[in-house]
Nanobody
């Protein structure tokens, strides 16, 4: 059984910062790609940033230069540092990870429960 638990969302004024965390736990053999998605009200879920095991990163154009994704492989945790936040960043942010559980050869797609980020103007 594998779980992703997110933390760090909240309400912040425009120009402020937040740091999201997502910890994977359970019966894990290995974790490959880890990433963050956002879903704004009435819109589809979209990729914000991702990071490989070797720490290669990719970002949506809308967050480049403002958000930084990082990971701690020893702690099975991925972070999203969000600076210079804008009202249009308001959304539910979801953690996603490609994980191979112990005693399984199948790479699975796992999601966190989501954390709300609200940026006021």
């Amino acid at each position: 059984q594998v779980q992703l638990v997110e933390s760090g969302g909240g309400l912040v004024q425009a120009g402020g910062s937040l740091r999201l965390s997502c910890a994977a736990s359970g019966s894990i053999f290995s974790i490959n790609y880890m990433c963050w998605y956002l879903q704004a009200p009435g819109k589809t879920r979209e990729l914000v940033a991702g990071i490989t095991t070797g720490r290669l990163t990719n970002y949506a154009d809308s967050v480049k230069g403002r958000f930084t994704i990082s990971r701690d492989n020893a702690r099975n945790t991925v972070y999203l540092q969000m600076n210079s936040l804008k009202p249009e960043d308001t959304a539910v942010y979801y953690c996603n990870a490609k994980i191979t559980p112990r005693f399984s050869s199948r790479l699975g797609d796992y999601w966190g429960q989501g954390t709300q980020v609200t940026v006021s103007s």
